[in-house]
C-alpha cells in the first residue's frame, strides 16, 4: 500500500482547529464522509482513535501526528489528513512542539502488515523538510493533493 494511492482530496483538510480533540474529531469527521467508515461505526471509531491517544501521542514530533487504528467497521483502508499551519498546541508530540500535520490512518483489522508498511511510507514521504514546508503553505485541499501526488 501507498500513502499517495490511499489519499484523495477529499481526504485532506485545511484545519481552523488548533485543539487536539477538535482537530482529530475533524478528520474523523472526514473519513466517515468519504464512506469509507460504516455510519453506524462513527462512535467505535471515535473511542478508538481516543483510546489509542490515551495509551500514547501519535505526535512523533518535527509537527507530526500520525493517529492511526485497525478495525472491523472499516470498509476500505483509508488516510486522512488535516493540515494546521499554526499548529496544535498541546497535542503532546514527543518533542513537544505543536503538531502541523496530522495523518490518520484507518485500516481493517487484520490488515497488519499492510498497516506497518503504510505507517513507514508516510513517515518516510512527511520527513522531506521541502515537502512539509510546502504542504503548510498549500491554500487548500487541491494544492496539498496536487503536491502529495507530485512528489
Do not use: W
Not at 501507498?2 to 477529499?10: A, C, L, T, V, Y
Not at 483538510?13 to 477538535?22: A, G, H, T, V
Not at 495509551?55 to 486522512?80: D, F, N
Amino acid at each position: 500500500m501507498n500513502f499517495k494511492d490511499m489519499i484523495n482530496e477529499q481526504g485532506i483538510c485545511i484545519l481552523e482547529e488548533s485543539d487536539k480533540k477538535q482537530a482529530l474529531l475533524k478528520l474523523i469527521e472526514c473519513a466517515v464522509n468519504q464512506g469509507a467508515v460504516h455510519q453506524e461505526k462513527t462512535r467505535e471509531l471515535t473511542e478508538r482513535i481516543f483510546h489509542r491517544e490515551g495509551l500514547m501521542s501519535t505526535g512523533i514530533g518535527i509537527g507530526i501526528a500520525i493517529p492511526h487504528v485497525r478495525y472491523e467497521g472499516v470498509k476500505k483502508p483509508l488516510i486522512v489528513m488535516g493540515i494546521q499551519p499554526r499548529g496544535v498546541p498541546g497535542y503532546a508530540a514527543i518533542d513537544d512542539q505543536p503538531v502541523q500535520l496530522v495523518v490518520m490512518i484507518i485500516m481493517g483489522k487484520n490488515q497488519h502488515r499492510e498497516y506497518i508498511d503504510l505507517l513507514s511510507h508516510v513517515v518516510r514521504f512527511l520527513k522531506s523538510d521541502e515537502i512539509k514546508n510546502k504542504l503548510l503553505q498549500a491554500q487548500n485541499a487541491k494544492d496539498a493533493y496536487n503536491l502529495i501526488k507530485g512528489a
